[in-house]
């Protein structure tokens, strides 16, 4: 045992060495430049030459599974045709009231029905679910995450040697770098912000507050390494206003946060988002609901009110889609936050999938597992353009306002303008259902028959 | 199936679709053609969710449907090529933001005379009562359960009152003939099938350029 010492200890310092050296290289190139808002430009080297090597590994898996012989998979994740994810039911109603106008309860047949079918039969013809997608000629350029690729398979040596190498980076380097820059950044948030509460309420503590929060969104950025491009920045949200965005993930809130100074709103949670809710609001006024008040949508509306009226306190930042999607579409704007009266400075949102998808499915990941894969994703990079701001017309209500603002936002991110409730992402439509569905429909034609011939 | 000459391609500019979107249809018009430069009716029997569609048949025979392929001709084609393909899914288009009064009326009447078509089976231009229950009877034709009856008793009800927005009141001993694409109009009249009656492209192409 004796022996091994000196070997332990030169092995405990060549650690400690490196620990430190780590540690120096963290403080230098990233959170220093985080509490000042300059960039190394580190960020945008290191997506070039990602680039650069995914164009190279998506010719390699072409050739290899041309020498091969076999197809390849091309996986359109979405389809190419927005299917609007409505029950029969539903739509039949819908298609009904924008006619007649009669009593919806009493289901007749009428010649709209017909659309029903007819459309989802076109789309199923335009894009089949069930049969797979075969592309020869071009492969989307493959992002060395296995998790995007079906062709894994056809590759060659070179290439699982490259992906291995991928895996190794991005899980014994890049993970543990950005747990520990996100564990700095909470920590500094929530310590930033109790202290700066200790002060006297003035313009200094709002301006020590405001950039504790800008700096501390800063590091969280870097540590998902997320790469933004801001447009048009002379639109952002001022004072009094209420910023509205598209909501693929909770990451948004991140991403907005570090551009520029928000109140959040938002319901109080418990454990470590419970902790750093209280922290935050100690430093400047965000608005927490309780989650009974959260119900209660006139308490909401008025502290909402409360909030915009009040010049001195920063805009408030929504998502009126109240779900996160998919970053294809943009769903039902939910008409609360357009009732205020305030300005509203809508903002659009749009991730490139090439680095990593950073929607938040949130049936099918938690929160933990959500953070995790995009800690284990090579990048997150996004583009968020601030439109120009916009108020409610006297002649329309709170709806067709909210509709013109989801329009002007879908058009700007290049996203589709989609109808429905965002609620309904939860309720899948099941396969055995389309079978269902002609049984169901002729139950309702049939059923409101028989009870008119009988009374 | 008789050679087709060329024809102009104006119905596929009119289309307004990118060529992303072309390119999209193309290959899937390859996949369902089997790499043949035609379609015939079986190709459409390589689509499983079709056969849970009640009027299925109707739909593959519109695509084969003459008048919808604006050929000055009757009757039906025993193939299509990829530009027909085209044509028929150029009735389902969504409406773009810029069109003005005139081009909303002509885009909407497209649309129901496509629609008018898959009820009027005969081509004769006129919607009889039989050709009408034929189509409840395959809209409710899911329900094993049903009776013939019912079936027929509901399409009967369906067209009494067809005829009544149409004719108004009819006499003791007036018949009335069938719906013509007239009164087919204006039995649309309130809806609002321009919004309805469409399918939707994923922008796929619009992926933000950050770099």
Redesign the interface.
């Known amino acids: 045992m004796f022996l091994l010492l000196p070997f332990d200890s030169l092995v405990v310092n060549l650690l400690g060495i490196s620990i430190t050296v780590l540690f120096t290289l963290l403080l230098v190139f990233i959170i220093v430049p985080a509490i000042f808002g300059v960039s190394f430009g580190i960020r945008k080297v290191y997506m070039k030459t990602l680039l650069k090597i995914f164009q190279w590994a998506t010719l390699r898996i072409e050739r290899g599974a041309k020498e091969k012989n076999h197809p390849l998979y091309k996986p359109y994740v979405n389809g190419i045709i927005a299917k609007e994810p409505t029950s029969l039911e539903e739509e039949i109603k819908e298609l009904r009231r924008s006619g007649s106008g009669r009593a919806l309860d009493t289901p007749e047949f009428e010649l709209s029905d017909i659309f029903y079918f007819c459309r989802k039969g076109i789309e199923t013809i335009m894009d089949d679910e069930v049969t797979k997608r075969f592309s020869a000629e071009e492969l989307e350029s493959w992002n060395l995450l296995s998790r995007t690729n079906y062709n894994f398979q056809y590759i060659s040596l070179r290439l699982t040697v490259l992906w291995g190498l991928g895996v190794l980076i991005r899980y014994c380097f890049l993970l543990p770098l950005r747990i520990a820059l996100a564990f700095t950044g909470i920590s500094l948030l929530v310590t930033g912000t109790t202290v700066v509460g200790y002060l006297p309420n003035g313009r200094c503590k709002d301006f020590l507050s405001k950039h504790v929060h800008l700096m501390c969104y800063r590091i969280c950025v870097r540590a998902l390494t997320a790469i933004i491009t801001y447009h048009d920045r002379e639109n952002r949200p001022r004072n009094g206003g209420i910023c509205v965005a598209n909501h693929t993930s909770p990451i948004d809130v991140i991403i907005l946060a570090s551009d520029g100074y928000y109140a959040m709103v938002g319901q109080i949670h418990g454990g470590l988002m419970g902790v750093i809710q209280r922290a935050m609001v100690k430093a400047c006024p965000h608005v927490w609901f309780e989650r009974s008040e959260v119900k209660d949508r006139h308490l909401v509306a008025r502290r909402l009110t409360e909030h915009v009226q009040d010049k001195s306190k920063l805009p408030i930042l929504i998502f009126p889609e109240g779900t996160c999607i998919n970053n294809t579409s943009v769903m039902m704007f939910k008409k609360g936050s357009f009732e205020i009266g305030a300005t509203v400075y809508p903002v659009a949102i749009k991730y490139d999938p090439q680095f990593g998808d950073a929607f938040w499915n949130s049936s099918k990941y938690g929160m933990v597992t959500y953070l995790l894969r995009m800690m284990t994703s090579w990048a997150i990079v996004c583009s968020v353009w601030y439109l120009p701001p916009m108020t409610r017309q006297p002649e329309e209500d709170a709806v067709q306002f909210a509709n013109r603002v989801k329009s002007a936002i879908a058009r700007q991110g290049g996203l589709v303008d989609l109808l429905w409730d965002g609620g309904l992402k939860r309720e899948k439509v099941k396969d055995a259902f389309k079978e269902e569905q002609q049984k169901l429909y002729s139950k309702m034609i049939v059923g409101s028959h028989e009870d008119r011939s009988r009374s | 199936g008789c050679p087709q000459g060329p024809r102009p391609v104006t119905s596929v500019l009119a289309l307004a679709v990118t060529s992303e ?1 072309i390119e ?2 193309h ?2 018009f390859k ?2 053609s089997q790499d043949q430069l035609t379609i015939r009716k079986e190709n ?1 029997d ?5 056969e ?5 048949g109707k ?1 593959v025979h519109a695509f084969f449907d003459k008048r919808n392929l604006r050929q000055e001709s009757d009757g039906l084609a025993d193939e299509i090529n990829f530009e027909d393909f085209l044509t028929i ?1 150029s009735y ?1 288009r969504p409406i773009e933001m810029n069109m003005d009064e005139e081009q909303l009326d002509r885009f909407r009447k497209e649309k129901l005379k496509f ?1 008018f078509h ?2 009027d089976s005969d081509h004769d231009g006129k919607i009889t009562l039989q050709e009408y229950r034929n ?2 009877e395959e ?5 094993p359960h ?1 009776e013939k009856e ?1 079936a027929r ?3 009967d ?2 067209m009494m009152e ?1 005829a009544s927005i149409c004719v108004g009141q009819m006499g003791p001993d007036q018949v009335y003939e069938g719906i013509t694409f007239e009164d087919f109009l204006k ?2 009249q ?4 321009e919004t ?9 192409d ?6």
């Open positions: 979107q999209h249809l290959r899937r996949q369902l459409f390589s689509i499983p969710d079709l849970f569609n009640p009027i299925r739909i899914m389902f629609l898959m009820y189509v409840v809209l409710l034709s899911g329900n049903l019912s008793s509901i399409a009800g369906a067809a039995m649309w309130g809806i609002d099938i309805k009656m469409h399918v939707r492209f994923l922008n796929v619009t992926i933000a350029h950050c770099y």
